[in-house]
């Protein structure tokens, strides 16, 4: 049996999923996140349960990616039974996705999610009632404390079996007919598997998708544009409109036969939120909690750092011990051991306490508020507010960050953001600032480089837009309620993040080692960096070793940090390299070149030439920021 999880964003949906299949996909409280369906197979007895997270959606007319792939899924008939996932604390608002889907006429299930939360505003619902009204299975949740979960599979199978099909709740008499008699002259090969019913709401609506399938009929076209027009003079308003008020006035009068709303219970948490999200108070604490993060990070780095790559030193000092020194074995075990040392002594101490920082900051729902505080100052780059999205997601890796443009409706403002977020630093280059300006210079150099980072971001999107004129839309996004995450969630969600450097990234870490140590024994390595001198050492003033790392670091960016411990044959860097050079190391590194994988999906999302455009960008800004940075840093240090 095959289910798929629909429901708007932050609604729970993705949680659930995950407490039925494990930790397949990345949760956060964050609008928009999931734009690729993700599936799993879940086997409970002797069955076997596929089971699909569709995308967060607000409705099902096509208006971005994410609704029409989630359409496209459930029209295609793939899904047996469709669970409708509704944060039960917005029951009224979150309705109207139900009546859309009830549309389709396929097996559903209702689940009614964060009933703790509901309960808190004061919301009873009585889901005997809303059973009732809809023809289905209505089932009560809590997903983050996995309260309710095992009734899903149970009301699914009574949903399929039964043929439980959603009933339709119907509009005012004079727009039922109207959908009738479009019903009666639709063409047959339009109809298939989809309900006629759909598809005439659709049309009424002026769902551009749908209107490109009726373009083949000129008088079944005509006549709907009469339709529209008739309606358009009734109510005195479009037919969109008319539609979507009809749907509204349903959902309000189910709420109201459903539920009952109480006082509210008074919390801190509306406090904290009224703080976090002031004007005044808003703007310092964004500051002192990001930066917090990245101090706690630094502190607990290098704590670790230091005993973890001692023991890799000792192991190969005592090397030339046990095998001759110009050896190639010797080389490939130095390379083996310094690749380990790279992944497990510098890596990891960074990487694994930023992940459980940027989990928190996820399940706590400080993200969307953080992107509600910057939407003024993205429009005053010329950037739409909804732009911070794909920024703060880039700061744990650039791939989602790019995909996650999907989300902006204007092809400028994609490409602007795309070009953008390749400039952010990922836990990758994140890794890079801790280890060589976190660990030899200081937490507020580190941290100072982020801020720098930040404005380099800012004026470059300034440019940008300058030279891409257009007027941007204010934001319009869902801000979900404080909540406190769950110590199995945070583990669950680190591990998973953590799982992809160990898995991808480690190996490459150990292989790429091993191949510098080969183009050492070689003597390739030398040739390679006088190939590179010109701009390592003459621009940047860098080791000419260096720039052979550099190379390394367009496969993964935490490599040319692995590779320079290795070309500069110590992990104490600040005895072979100045500050300065540490400094103009990491800003060269954190604006070049973006890495394999982020070019790959700039390729698949704005196609060849834009790809080659945004790389050409990166390394002219990466070696301008860093020219400068070493003539100014010169003078000062």
């Known amino acids: 049996m095959k289910i798929a999880f629909i429901g708007q964003p932050n609604a729970g949906k993705s949680t659930i999923f995950n407490g039925l299949a494990g930790y397949k996909t990345v949760t956060a409280n964050f609008p928009g996140q999931t734009v690729n369906y993700t599936v799993s197979t879940v086997k409970l007895g002797d069955e076997v349960f596929e089971i699909v997270d569709l995308p967060g959606i607000y409705s099902l007319t096509a208006i971005d990616m994410a609704e029409l792939e989630s359409r496209k899924y459930i029209l295609s008939g793939q899904a047996d039974v469709v669970i409708n996932v509704i944060d039960a604390s917005t029951l009224s608002r979150s309705l109207e996705l139900t009546l859309q889907l009830a549309e389709l006429q396929v097996p559903m299930v209702i689940c009614l999610n964060m009933m703790d939360e509901a309960r808190r505003k004061g919301i009873e619902i009585n889901k005997e009632k809303l059973s009732q009204i809809f023809g289905v299975p209505v089932i009560e949740t809590v997903a983050n404390k996995g309260i309710g979960l095992d009734k899903i599979f149970s009301s699914a199978k009574e949903a399929y079996y039964k043929k439980l099909i959603p009933k339709i709740q119907l509009f005012h008499k004079d727009i039922e007919e109207k959908i009738e008699e479009i019903e009666k002259m639709m063409p047959t090969e339009l109809v298939k598997n989809i309900p006629g019913r759909y598809i005439s709401l659709k049309l009424l609506e002026g ?104 023991i890799f030193d000792s192991m190969i000092e005592k090397l030339p011990g046990f095998l001759e020194n110009d050896s190639l074995i010797f080389f490939i075990f130095k390379g083996l051991l310094e690749g380990f040392s790279g992944g497990l002594g510098v890596a990891i101490p960074y990487l694994i306490p930023f992940f459980i920082g940027l989990t928190i900051l996820e399940d ?257 800004v990466a070696l301008i920021l860093s020219v400068l940075s070493r003539i100014i840093l010169s003078l000062i240090i």
Not at 444 to 457: K, P, S, T
């Open 207 to 310: 769902d551009q998708e749908i209107f490109k399938e009726i373009r083949n009929y000129p008088e079944f076209f005509n006549k709907i544009k009469q339709i529209r027009e008739e309606i358009k003079k009734t109510h005195g308003r479009h037919t969109d409109s008319v539609i979507s008020s009809e749907r509204h006035a349903l959902t309000m009068n189910i709420f109201e036969e459903v539920a009952k709303v109480g006082e509210p219970s008074k919390s801190l948490r509306e406090k904290v939120d009224d703080i976090l999200t002031n004007k005044y108070f808003g703007y310092p604490l964004l500051l002192i909690i990001v930066f917090g993060i990245f101090f706690i990070v630094f502190e607990i780095g290098r704590i670790v750092e230091d005993p973890l790559v001692g």
């Open 364 to 620: 706590i729902g400080y993200l969307p508020r953080m992107a509600f505080l910057m939407d003024t100052i993205m429009h005053r780059i010329g950037l739409h507010g909804k732009s911070i999205l794909p920024f703060v997601i880039s700061y744990g890796c650039n791939v989602p960050g790019v995909m996650g443009t999907r989300i902006l409706e204007s092809p400028r403002d994609r490409f602007i953001t795309a070009a953008l977020s390749v400039f952010i630093p990922c836990a990758a280059r994140s890794t890079i600032i801790f280890g060589l300006v976190g660990a030899y210079i200081g937490g507020l150099a580190a941290a100072g480089l982020y801020i720098f980072n930040i404005c380099i971001v800012m004026i470059l999107g300034g440019i940008l837009t300058k030279f891409i004129p257009e007027i941007t839309p204010g934001l319009i996004m869902e801000i979900p309620p404080l909540r406190i995450p769950t110590l199995k969630n945070i583990f669950l969600k680190t591990w998973l993040r953590l799982k992809d450097f160990m898995l991808v990234a480690w190996p490459l870490l150990v292989i790429s080692s091993i191949i510098l140590s080969l183009l050492e024994y070689f003597k390739m390595d030398t040739i390679l960096n006088k190939i590179f001198s010109p701009i390592v050492s003459w621009m940047l003033g860098l080791p000419e070793e260096t720039g052979i790392t550099l190379v390394f670091g367009i496969l993964r960016k935490e490599l040319s940090m692995i590779m320079l411990f290795q070309a500069m044959h110590t992990t104490q860097l600040n005895t072979v390299m100045t500050n300065v050079q540490l400094i103009v190391f990491t800003i060269f590194t954190l604006f070049y070149i973006p890495c394999v994988g982020t070019m790959g999906v700039l390729l698949r999302e704005l196609g060849a030439r834009k790809m080659i455009l945004i790389t050409v960008l990166t390394i002219t």
